[in-house]
C-alpha cells in the first residue's frame, strides 16, 4: 500500500455558497469515476484550496455533502499570485491505495482545464 496524491480543480461562474457547493461536488464525483478503486476510507485526508475571491462557503462541506463523513478535511485559501485562474476550487487528496502514480487519474473541469492543459494529452501531475 502506497499513500499517492490526486489532484484536481474546478471553477465556478460566481461566488455563491450553492455554486461552490455544486462545482466541488462534480469535481470529487468525477474524481471518483476516474479513479473507480477510491473510497473515502481509503483517504487520509483532502485538502481545499480556494482563490481570495471565492469566500461564500468552505467546499469541504461539499464532500460532508456526499457521504465524506470520515476524512479529515481543510480548506485554505490561495497565495494570490498575480495572473492566477481566478473563481477556483482545488483539492488535493491523500489516498493510500496499490496503484503507481502513473495509473492515478487528476481531474480538472471548467478553466481549470488551463490549468494542466498536459493532463488532456495524457501526462501526469
Known sequence: MFTRGIRGAITVEKDEEQAILTATE???????KANPSLAPDDLASALFTV??????VHPARA??????????????Q?????????LCIR??????????QKDIKH??????????PDLLSGGLD
Open 107 to 116: 481531474i480538472y473541469l471548467k478553466k481549470a482545464v488551463a490549468l494542466r
Open 26 to 32: 462534480e469535481l470529487l464525483v468525477a474524481i471518483q
Open 78 to 86: 490561495e497565495i494570490p499570485v498575480a495572473g492566477s485562474l481566478p
Open 91 to 100: 483539492v488535493l487528496l491523500t489516498w493510500n491505495t496499490p496503484l503507481s
Open 51 to 56: 482563490t481570495s475571491d471565492l469566500t461564500s
Open 63 to 76: 464532500a460532508r455533502q456526499i457521504g465524506w463523513t470520515s476524512v479529515p478535511l481543510m480548506c485554505a
